[in-house]
């Protein structure tokens, strides 16, 4: 893999690969941070320092909750950890050990203080005296510190985010990464005022307010101290359908377009890191992963992604950078004259009738279960909508496609095939394209 | 040299903690987490091919998924509405020939979702911890029905006419009921008196009285029945098993595999149990394997099941013949019994068979050429015969010695129904037993409710 060149540079922060560790629990301190540095990472992010005093504190009950799938796979992870309860100068006195011992790996610093400017003026040139190479201000952490004021208090605020935004840009020369909470209805809004405030970067997501199950013992949220819970915020590879949602309205958003984004929320193997980067994203953040399975999963990821990279041909992370991009659009455009059925791959097919029963059940009636008084699947193309839903449930790799109808009649519609382009906004059904059209 | 001086039959062969571990469970019941890592592996399929091929049609998609959601009870529940006998079902049902074998994760990988050893899962799980029977009796019709026979099928049908609100008085020959639960099923598949314990279980129900030592022909008739009771259902099973019609037949050391088994379920101490150095099977079938496992368990050192066809055509299934083999008997095909060599006690020492092959016809043919097995016992597993006389008599039609009845359980007569092995219908296995005999309770309840 000679000609893969993994080094990424984020808004003048280098690091020899796109793998960072968010700002949590892996990165609180220099024992799990040289642990992450010797096992791969290219950086991170340090766990979010508040200001000089008495540090936070945590519950000492349980901090975590969580969604499981088949044999217990972690899918989605709930906390309500706080920032980091020690001390900052401790804080401040390791981030510049560490910098100092790996110069080559990114080291960025989260801050969260009050949304004062001495608080800010106070803290940032202390950050700066470390050697680190950027700070990420931490506006999205959605439970406990939200209640003081700080975190999604102020991410949800957009005149908050830019006011903010502008002192770290006065008091510090540092690169500003702004990270957003996705709990707010149109993220293109945070995103905006970060620019304006003159962020060098976004990255998203932060958590999303969670309560992961209820104790039916209890009657409390889980996780449950002393009889009562209170919303987490979820992570992991749950997330990340969401995660790719935001990053692609500020990618394409004309507003912010071109502002690197630092990519996060339930990247777990290189492929989800390949998509992140596709949208956009300079860097992918990892927290979750890393604290299912442990620091060595990042070399599944960087030989995962430059080994896909050689495949492709490309050679550094520009190269297939944001080539997703403008391939999102709105509904409104999508081709409806772009035709697909399903195909059963009988070769490949177990008959365990899933792709029946969903399609009769809930959509459309448009595979058999029974052929010649034989267990048979197959679609009916005369039926079939081409909605993927039995392609979902398949418990079979490629056992059921979509394939294209590139020739004849839809026997579905008995429209002949078109290969032109229409979409909604000028189809006859749409009231709008009526008004317009007379 | 004379042949006596060799033959070696002998009681006591293990020390007792081999005999603990010999007959120990077969397959360890499953942990909690294994049966969720199990469950989880279930697709839930749509018109399930498992559930098609269970012959009691259990919802076996329904009850994995309940056991994946934490209601192993519920899970329990769902198995026993559709067989009362879930519980030995899943110790002893051929599942490589049944649910399992048409499994999709079978089809998929190779590996089907274990169904046996989850069903087991759950229905421990609820009889060890239920408190009241998860049935109700509906309300008393006051019709009585006589059941003939406490085995599977008879157990069955008593339960579910129980739960109909008829009452029910089984008459069984043996001094304990549950019929080859009891006293023919390996010992190592149903360890722990899980047959008793399953009866006690089934008779919560409430309604059903069992007479032990009260034989149907010894002494009660059917007439005495049919003027008693307001149906009547026969679940008899089958008699002895079949001779070789060799001479020697009941020779010492001829023995009857059935009723050796009988003896060494009913053995409260295994040691007690004399078994040979040397041991010959005959038979092809569970009973074969069944015996020859035993006999190796008890002890022999050299066991051998011949069988007269290929392996293909044995009744065991390649996983039984496997289980055999591992337990080190050795299996040999294409071998008919030709004469049973005797000492001069007229004891059995060994065994001569001759090679058969197919002949052009399909027939069975000897080849001639013999091969001469030295045998301390000889083990009869050929099939056991039908006892029917009293019944041909009693103007009850037969089918190839064995009851003829309709699906539903009917026999000729129009008072009694019958099912299990004693009918001509289906394999002759528990869970089908059990099929039968909830079949003919519908039946009989249906034409009671007239
Ligand atoms: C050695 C052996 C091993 C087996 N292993 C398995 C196995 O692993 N899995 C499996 O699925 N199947 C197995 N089978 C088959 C299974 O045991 C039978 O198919 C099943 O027990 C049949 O049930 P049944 O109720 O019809 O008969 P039985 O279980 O034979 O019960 C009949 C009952 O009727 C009683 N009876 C008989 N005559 C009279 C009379 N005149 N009056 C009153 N009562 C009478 C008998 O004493 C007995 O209690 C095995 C069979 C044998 C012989
Ligand atoms: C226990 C825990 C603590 C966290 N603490 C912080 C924090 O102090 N500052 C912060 O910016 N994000 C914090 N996060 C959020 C993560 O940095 C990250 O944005 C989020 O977990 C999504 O990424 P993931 O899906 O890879 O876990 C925390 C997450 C977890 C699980
Ligand atoms: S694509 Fe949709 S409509 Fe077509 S067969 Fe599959 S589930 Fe049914
Ligand atoms: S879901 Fe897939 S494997 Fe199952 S029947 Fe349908 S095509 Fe076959
Ligand atoms: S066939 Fe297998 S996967 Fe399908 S429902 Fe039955 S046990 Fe589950």
């Not at chain 1, 999604?152 to 510090?172: D, F, H, L, N």
């Not at chain 2, 060890?128 to 406490?150: C, D, I, L, S």
């Not at chain 2, 996983?319 to 000492?343: C, D, F, S, W």
Request: charged letters at 25%.
């Amino acid at each position: 893999m000679g000609m893969v060149d993994l080094s990424s540079d984020f808004c003048g922060i280098k690091s020899p690969n796109p793998f960072w560790l968010a700002s949590a629990p892996p990165t609180d301190k220099a024992y799990n941070v040289e642990r992450a540095f010797e096992a791969g990472w290219g950086g991170v992010v340090w766990k979010t320092l508040g200001s000089e005093g008495p540090p936070v504190v945590n519950v000492n009950g349980p901090r975590y909750g969580a969604i499981h799938g088949a044999d217990r796979r972690l899918l989605g992870l709930n906390n309500i950890e706080l920032i980091t309860d020690r001390d900052l100068e401790t804080n401040l006195r390791e981030i510049a050990e560490v910098k100092k011992r790996w110069p080559d790996r990114a080291i960025v610093v989260s801050i969260m203080v009050p949304c004062e400017e001495e608080a800010w003026k106070a803290i940032l040139p202390r950050v700066e005296e470390t050697g680190a190479d950027g700070i990420e201000l931490n506006f999205g952490c959605p439970h406990g510190m939200s209640e003081r004021g700080m975190g999604s208090a102020v991410g949800q605020v957009p005149e908050y985010i830019e006011m903010v935004t502008r002192w770290c840009k006065t008091y510090s020369s540092q690169p500003v990464i702004v990270k957003l909470t996705p709990n707010i209805t149109d993220i293109r809004k945070p995103a905006r005022a970060a620019k304006a405030g003159g962020a060098d970067a976004v990255s998203l997501i932060n958590t999303i307010n969670s309560i992961t199950s209820v104790n039916l013992d209890f009657f409390a949220p889980e996780p449950t101290i002393d009889g009562k819970g209170s919303h987490g915020g979820y992570c992991g590879p749950a997330v990340k359908p969401i995660a790719l949602s935001m990053v692609s309205e500020i990618a394409r958003d004309p507003d912010t377009r071109g502002l690197p984004i630092s990519g996060i929320g339930g990247v777990t193997t290189w492929r989800d890191a390949a998509e992140f980067i596709a949208l956009g994203c300079g860097s992918v953040q990892v927290c979750t992963a890393a604290m299912t399975y442990g620091f060595k999963i990042v070399q599944e990821m960087t030989a995962g992604l430059a080994e896909w990279m050689e495949t492709k041909g490309y050679e550094t992370l520009d190269n297939f950078m944001g080539l997703a991009v403008p391939n999102v659009t709105d509904w409104q455009y999508l081709n409806l004259n772009y035709v697909t059925k399903a195909h059963i791959d009988q070769d490949l097919c177990i008959k365990c009738g899933r792709c029946h029963i969903a399609c009769e059940d809930t959509s459309h009636q448009a595979i058999t279960s029974m052929v010649d008084g034989v267990r048979h699947f197959e679609v009916m193309n005369e039926e079939c909508v081409g909605c993927n839903l039995c392609v979902e449930v398949c418990p079979v790799t490629d056992c059921i496609t979509m394939e294209e109808m590139v020739e004849g009649t839809d026997p579905r519609t008995g429209k002949p095939i078109r290969h032109d382009y229409a979409n909604w906004t000028t189809h006859p059904n749409n009231p709008a394209a009526m008004e317009a059209a007379e | 040299m004379t042949t006596e001086s060799v033959r070696d039959v002998a009681a006591g062969r293990l020390q007792s903690a081999d005999y603990l571990a010999n007959f120990a469970d077969l397959h360890a019941p499953m942990t909690p987490h294994e049966a969720i890592v199990e469950a989880d592996r279930c697709y839930f399929c749509y018109d399930a091919p498992c559930m098609n091929a269970c012959p009691t049609t259990i919802d076996i998609p329904l009850f994995i998924r309940e056991i994946a959601a934490g209601n192993a009870d519920g899970a329990a529940k769902t198995i026993l509405s559709q067989n009362i006998m879930g519980g030995m079902c899943a110790r002893v049902c051929p599942t490589e020939t049944l649910c399992e074998e048409v499994c999709v994760r079978e089809t998929a990988e190779g590996k089907p979702v274990r169904i046996g050893e989850l069903q087991r899962y759950a229905t421990d799980h609820l009889m060890e911890r239920h408190t009241a029977h998860p049935f109700k009796r509906a309300a008393q019709t006051g019709k009585r029905v006589a059941v003939v026979g406490a085995g599977p099928a008879g157990m069955a049908c008593a339960h579910r006419l129980a739960r109909f609100g008829h009452d029910v008085t089984i008459f069984e020959a043996r001094p304990k009921a549950g019929g080859l639960n009891e006293y023919g099923i390996a010992a190592y598949k149903t360890p722990g008196d899980f047959a008793q314990r399953e009866l006690d279980f089934i008779l919560e129900i409430g309604g059903i009285t069992v007479k032990n030592e009260t034989a149907l022909g010894r002494d009660v008739t059917l007439e005495a029945l049919s003027d008693e009771f307001d149906a009547i259902f026969l679940g008899m099973g089958l008699g002895g098993v079949n001779d070789l019609g060799l001479e020697g037949d009941d020779a010492e050391g001829c023995i009857d595999a059935v009723k050796y088994i009988a003896d060494l379920r009913q053995a409260k101490d295994k040691a007690a149990l004399s078994i040979g150095r040397r041991v010959v099977v005959i038979g092809g079938g569970m009973t074969a394997v069944d015996i020859a496992i035993q006999s190796r368990l008890l002890g022999a050192e050299d066991v051998t099941i011949c069988y007269r066809r290929g392996r293909e055509a044995m009744n065991a299934s390649e996983y039984e013949q496997e289980l055999a083999q591992t337990n080190g008997v050795t299996i040999r095909p294409h071998l008919m019994p030709k004469l049973l060599e005797r000492g001069a006690d007229g004891a059995i020492t060994g065994i001569v068979l001759e090679y058969g092959e197919a002949g052009p016809d399909g027939k069975l043919v000897g080849t001639g050429e013999t091969l001469a097995l030295p045998a301390d016992q000889v083990f009869k597993a050929i099939g056991q015969s039908p006892v029917t006389e009293t019944l041909s008599n009693a103007g009850i039609e037969l089918e190839a010695h064995r009851i003829k009845v309709s699906d539903e359980g009917r026999t000729s007569h129009p008072k009694i129904w019958a099912g299990g092995d004693c009918v001509r219908r289906d394999d002759d296995l528990t869970v089908v037993a059990v099929d039968h005999g909830q079949r003919a309770a519908q039946s009989i309840h249906a034409a009671l409710s007239r």
